[in-house]
């Protein structure tokens, strides 16, 4: 485990919770102008994601809000435990329902922010939809509200890259043997027939929190009917980044760093 350090703007923190399901790895920055009184903010990673692939947004995030923020490996990805059976069609409502209430739980977090990325957005969603006594404010970005067919034919190209082992192996850099699982628990279960009527529609209506939507204007995976779709109340709003893809976070990472903080410091 990293220690904070109180020499540096932002101290790291990592550590291993045993839940249910087995270890489940997360890492903590901690700003040194941390607010207590300020709600920390859980980051939720996408369908090949992990905490090292959020880079140093957290970390700038952190320091930009002196507010805590927190990431985690969800189960089966990188350095937590492994998985042998594919991911629940319900999947993204399960993580809302048996996860993350014990990682707050064991974390003592009675308040929190929580932002996804891409399905991490729709998991952000479902927790503030079935928590919203602690869910203080809501970010998604590139999150899907529903199966669009551009997000189908996204991921089916995506397959067909992954086909290539010079492709997968890049993946094992961060998730290491655990790669292919982490490409098929994303592709066969978008693509399974019985995976096209899912939607957030239901959860979407349930929420209460403010929320903000970003979404890139060149997003390969989804169109501007997903954050009009999140963000259809009067305490939500839309970010559309120009010129940005389906990972704002590494293409455009100081522009999301400026919505997002814009947001939060509006709390």
């Known amino acids: 485990m990293h220690q904070p350090d109180s020499n540096c703007p932002v101290s790291v923190v990592d550590n291993t919770l045993e839940i249910s399901g087995g270890r489940v790895f997360l890492r903590q920055w901690h700003p040194a102008g941390e607010q207590p009184s300020l709600a920390p903010v859980v980051l939720f990673h996408d369908s090949l994601g992990s905490v090292?692939?959020?880079?140093?947004?957290?970390?700038?995030l952190a320091l930009a809000t002196n507010r805590r923020v927190i990431?985690?490996?969800r189960l089966?990805?990188?350095?937590?435990?492994?998985?042998?059976?594919?991911p629940d069609l319900d999947f993204v409502?399960?993580?809302?329902?048996?996860?993350v209430p014990e990682l707050l739980r064991?974390?003592?977090?009675?308040?929190?922010?929580v932002c996804g990325h891409s399905v991490g957005g729709g998991m952000a969603i479902e927790t503030a939809a079935q928590h919203?006594?602690?869910?203080?404010a809501l970010l998604t970005i590139a999150a899907q509200a529903f199966v669009e067919n551009k997000t189908r034919q996204g991921i089916l190209t995506a397959k067909e890259a992954f086909a290539d082992a010079s492709v997968l192996q890049r993946l094992e850099k961060y998730h290491g043997d655990k790669a292919q699982w982490v490409v098929d628990a994303w592709t066969e279960v978008w693509l399974h027939q019985d995976f096209a009527g899912w939607h957030l529609s239901d959860a979407i209506a349930k929420l209460r929190a403010p929320t903000l939507a970003v979404h890139g204007e060149h997003d390969e995976y989804g169109s501007a009917e997903h954050p009009q779709r999140i963000a259809c109340a009067d305490n939500r709003s839309i970010a559309m980044l120009p010129g940005v893809g389906h990972v704002?976070?590494?293409?455009?990472?100081?522009?999301?760093?400026?919505?997002?903080?814009?947001?939060?410091?509006?709390?």
């Open 248 to 267: 704002p976070h590494r293409e455009s990472p100081d522009l999301l760093l400026e919505v997002v903080t814009e947001f939060l410091l509006s709390l």
């Open 93 to 99: 409502a399960i993580e809302a329902r048996d996860i």
């Open 76 to 86: 089966g990805f990188a350095r937590s435990s492994a998985r042998d059976e594919l």
């Open 106 to 113: 064991q974390l003592s977090l009675r308040k929190v922010v």
């Open 71 to 73: 990431a985690y490996d």
């Open 132 to 136: 919203p006594e602690q869910v203080v």
């Open 52 to 60: 090292e692939l959020w880079r140093d947004f957290p970390e700038r």
